[in-house]
């Protein structure tokens, strides 16, 4: 009777493994563990007719067969299991990658960026670290923080966007409100640049514009004098236009500076001759600066019996314009392909 159970299970395992579906697995099952007619329940069914050393015997082999043809069925169930997942995964499976797609034209950068980054990399690497500030700034850090006091005349130099129902915000109008910020942050020595959009209340035409770039440079350490500014301002000059430009300073009134520049340079086009460009003069003006004013420093908590600085802002707008001979202003808010495509 022991061959009988060993022979059934060589059978039902091989059987099992042969299987390839579940209709046939449940047949299967049905035909060897079957309660009434199944095969290994009729063996089983003649172990009342052994002894009872003989029916331990057999009756553990019986157990054992039982357990292994069980396992085999369970293992095969998920088999199949398995594969009827993977097989309907694959029939739903959706492809999610994108084609190649026709090969169209590279975008480039804006102007007022091309400029920007040049600069920021140029000053970088003296040593000038590159800080952003808020567009929507409070009116004490873009007026009063830097000499303007309220209704000083001064203020009507920069007319600008209020904020409806919150008075005490404005539309920055130049990035110099990022100096007193940084003070009060940093302390000194500090040495930085501030590049970013400003907004004044300007009737636009061919040269003014609403909307434009600006880049603010300071520098705050013990022993500055007007002639480290004028260094740094000549180094700026030769490397936007060319070694051979030369830096022209006019005395000039900006409130938070004192005394304050007009900062020229010999024009690039006609190489201080006289153009169209720089009005026959041989001079473009391309920023203004100064010394920073005591006033300025203290609201920035910086000790002026120590520290001395200088501070410079370039149009980058118009730095753009005069690189690139761009005629027009509002080309450079317009957002028109044909003309960004050029850059």
């Given at each position: 009777?022991?061959?009988?159970?060993?022979?059934?299970?060589?059978?039902?395992?091989?059987?099992?493994?042969?299987?390839?579906?579940?209709?046939?697995?449940?047949?299967?099952?049905?035909?060897?563990?079957?309660?009434?007619?199944?095969?290994?329940?009729?063996?089983?069914?003649?172990?009342?007719?052994?002894?009872?050393?003989?029916?331990?015997?057999?009756?553990?082999?019986?157990?054992?067969?039982?357990?292994?043809?069980?396992?085999?069925?369970?293992?095969?169930?998920?088999?199949?299991?398995?594969?009827?997942?993977?097989?309907?995964?694959?029939?739903?499976?959706?492809?999610?990658?994108?084609?190649?797609?026709?090969?169209?034209?590279?975008?480039?950068?804006?102007?007022?960026?091309?400029?920007?980054?040049?600069?920021?990399?140029?000053?970088?690497?003296?040593?000038?670290?590159?800080?952003?500030?808020?567009?929507?700034?409070?009116?004490?850090?873009?007026?009063?923080?830097?000499?303007?006091?309220?209704?000083?005349?001064?203020?009507?130099?920069?007319?600008?966007?209020?904020?409806?129902?919150?008075?005490?915000?404005?539309?920055?109008?130049?990035?110099?409100?990022?100096?007193?910020?940084?003070?009060?942050?940093?302390?000194?020595?500090?040495?930085?640049?501030?590049?970013?959009?400003?907004?004044?209340?300007?009737?636009?035409?061919?040269?003014?514009?609403?909307?434009?770039?600006?880049?603010?440079?300071?520098?705050?350490?013990?022993?500055?004098?007007?002639?480290?500014?004028?260094?740094?301002?000549?180094?700026?000059?030769?490397?936007?236009?060319?070694?051979?430009?030369?830096?022209?300073?006019?005395?000039?009134?900006?409130?938070?500076?004192?005394?304050?520049?007009?900062?020229?340079?010999?024009?690039?086009?006609?190489?201080?001759?006289?153009?169209?460009?720089?009005?026959?003069?041989?001079?473009?003006?391309?920023?203004?600066?100064?010394?920073?004013?005591?006033?300025?420093?203290?609201?920035?908590?910086?000790?002026?019996?120590?520290?001395?600085?200088?501070?410079?802002?370039?149009?980058?707008?118009?730095?753009?314009?005069?690189?690139?001979?761009?005629?027009?202003?509002?080309?450079?808010?317009?957002?028109?392909l044909k003309f960004l495509k050029q850059f």
């Amino acid at each position: 009777m022991q061959s009988k159970f060993e022979q059934l299970k060589t059978e039902a395992l091989l059987a099992i493994k042969s299987v390839a579906d579940k209709m046939q697995l449940e047949d299967l099952e049905n035909k060897i563990l079957g309660r009434k007619n199944g095969e290994l329940t009729n063996l089983m069914k003649g172990l009342k007719d052994l002894t009872d050393d003989a029916r331990k015997v057999v009756g553990a082999l019986a157990n054992e067969v039982k357990k292994e043809i069980e396992l085999a069925m369970e293992n095969k169930k998920n088999e199949l299991l398995m594969l009827d997942w993977s097989k309907a995964i694959e029939k739903e499976r959706l492809d999610i990658t994108q084609p190649a797609l026709p090969q169209t034209e590279s975008g480039t950068f804006h102007p007022n960026t091309i400029i920007q980054k040049d600069l920021e990399d140029f000053f970088t690497s003296m040593g000038f670290a590159v800080l952003d500030g808020p567009e929507l700034e409070s009116d004490f850090f873009n007026f009063s923080a830097v000499n303007v006091p309220e209704n000083h005349p001064a203020r009507d130099m920069q007319d600008t966007f209020y904020i409806k129902n919150h008075p005490g915000l404005v539309m920055r109008t130049h990035t110099s409100s990022m100096q007193v910020r940084a003070m009060l942050k940093q302390g000194a020595p500090l040495r930085a640049i501030v590049p970013g959009k400003c907004y004044r209340n300007e009737s636009t035409d061919p040269r003014h514009e609403h909307t434009f770039y600006q880049l603010e440079g300071f520098v705050i350490d013990e022993n500055i004098t007007l002639a480290n500014m004028k260094g740094v301002l000549e180094a700026v000059a030769k490397h936007l236009y060319g070694e051979e430009t030369q830096v022209r300073l006019r005395p000039k009134f900006y409130p938070f500076v004192e005394p304050g520049v007009n900062g020229e340079v010999t024009c690039f086009i006609c190489k201080g001759k006289g153009c169209r460009v720089c009005k026959n003069t041989g001079w473009l003006e391309i920023f203004g600066a100064g010394m920073i004013h005591p006033n300025v420093l203290k609201e920035g908590k910086v000790d002026t019996t120590k520290y001395q600085g200088f501070a410079f802002g370039f149009g980058l707008t118009r730095l753009v314009m005069l690189k690139y001979g761009i005629e027009d202003i509002r080309h450079l808010q317009s957002g028109d392909l044909k003309f960004l495509k050029q850059f």
